[in-house]
C-alpha cells in the first residue's frame, strides 16, 4: 500500500477479499466510562474482529497499554485470524483515534501489511454501509512476529536524544498539558513536556467527520510547528494512544523517519527525567 490510510470506497470493494481482515480498535479513555467489547458486539463492520488494544499489551508493566512481548501478541494476533499474508484493516469509533495505536503495534511486530479505515465506524455508518451484531470466528492464522525496533522508542533513549538530538520529538497532548497549566490526569505524574519538544496537539489533525485532514493541511500544519519532515522524529502523548495519531499524520504528510515513545508522558512524568513547562 502507497498510503498508510484507506478510505471507505476502497474497503467497501474489498472487504470479502481472502486476504483481507478487518479489525476493530476502539478503546476510550477511563473516565467516558465506555465498553468497547460490548459497543463492537452490538455492531461493527462485516467480519471484523476485535483488536483488544489493552488486552494485547504488557501485563507485567506498571504503565497503560505498553506493547506485549512478540510471543503473547503473536498467540492472540493467530486466535484473531491476523496473520501472515494478511491485509489488515484497522478502524475505530470515534473515527480516526485509536486505530493508529494499533497500526502501530502491528508494524512494530513486523507486520507491514496494516492500514487504518479513514474516517472509522462513523463514516462508514454514515455511507448506509453494512454492518453486523454477530461476533466474527475467525480461523486462525499464523502469524511471525519480527521486532520492528526502528518505530518504537524507550525511556533510556528519549534520554539520549537530549543531549545527542538527532530526532525531533513531538508531543499529541493538548496545550494546557503540554505547558502545564492543566495537571495530569495520573496520580504521581508531573505536569509539562520533554525538553525540547514540539506540540502538535491530535485534535488538529483530524476533521469534524473523523477522517484525518489532507496532505497539504496536514503539510502546512506541521510546517506552521517547526516539525521538518525530513528530519527523524519521534511521537509522544500521555500514555501512547494519541501519539500514533501524530506518528500516521507524519507518514501520510511524507515523513519517512517516524518513531514511537511507547512509555510516553505516564512514564516521563513519573521518572527523574528532566521536564519543561510553560
Known amino acids: 500500500m502507497s498510503s498508510p490510510l484507506v478510505s471507505t470506497e476502497w474497503l467497501a470493494s474489498r472487504i470479502n477479499a481472502p486476504d483481507v481482515r478487518v479489525a476493530d480498535a476502539s478503546w476510550y479513555l477511563p473516565h467516558l466510562n465506555r465498553d468497547p467489547r ?119 533513549q528519549m534520554k539520549e536524544n537530549l543531549t545527542r538530538k538527532t530526532a525531533q520529538v513531538v508531543d499529541a497532548r493538548g496545550i494546557p498539558r503540554f505547558r502545564a497549566i492543566e495537571p495530569e490526569p495520573r496520580a504521581g505524574v508531573r505536569g509539562g513536556h520533554i525538553p525540547g519538544s514540539l506540540n502538535v496537539p491530535y485534535t488538529d489533525l483530524t476533521n469534524a467527520d473523523g477522517t484525518l485532514k489532507s496532505v497539504e493541511a496536514l503539510r502546512a500544519l506541521f510546517a506552521g510547528q517547526k516539525v521538518e519532515l525530513d528530519k527523524p522524529v519521534v511521537t509522544t502523548c500521555g500514555s501512547g494512544i494519541t501519539a500514533a495519531i501524530v506518528m500516521l499524520a507524519l507518514e501520510v504528510a511524507g515523513a519517512r523517519d517516524v518513531a514511537l515513545y511507547d512509555g510516553s508522558w505516564a512514564e516521563w512524568g513519573a521518572s527523574d527525567a528532566p521536564v519543561e513547562t510553560g
Open 38 to 156: 460490548a459497543e463492537y458486539a452490538a455492531e461493527h463492520l462485516p467480519r471484523a474482529v476485535f483488536f483488544d488494544i489493552d488486552e494485547l499489551s504488557d501485563e507485567t508493566s506498571d504503565l497503560p497499554h505498553m506493547l506485549a512481548p512478540a510471543t503473547k501478541f503473536a498467540s492472540r494476533m493467530r486466535k484473531l485470524g491476523l496473520g501472515d499474508g494478511n491485509l489488515i484493516v484497522v478502524y475505530d469509533s470515534a473515527g480516526i483515534y485509536s486505530s493508529p495505536r494499533a497500526w502501530w503495534m502491528l508494524r512494530a511486530m513486523g507486520h507491514k501489511d496494516v492500514v487504518v479505515l479513514d474516517g472509522g465506524l462513523p463514516k462508514w455508518r454514515a455511507e448506509g454501509r453494512p454492518l453486523e451484531d454477530v461476533s466474527a470466528l475467525p480461523f486462525p492464522k499464523h502469524f511471525t512476529p519480527r521486532a520492528d525496533h526502528a518505530i518504537v522508542r524507550d525511556i533510556a
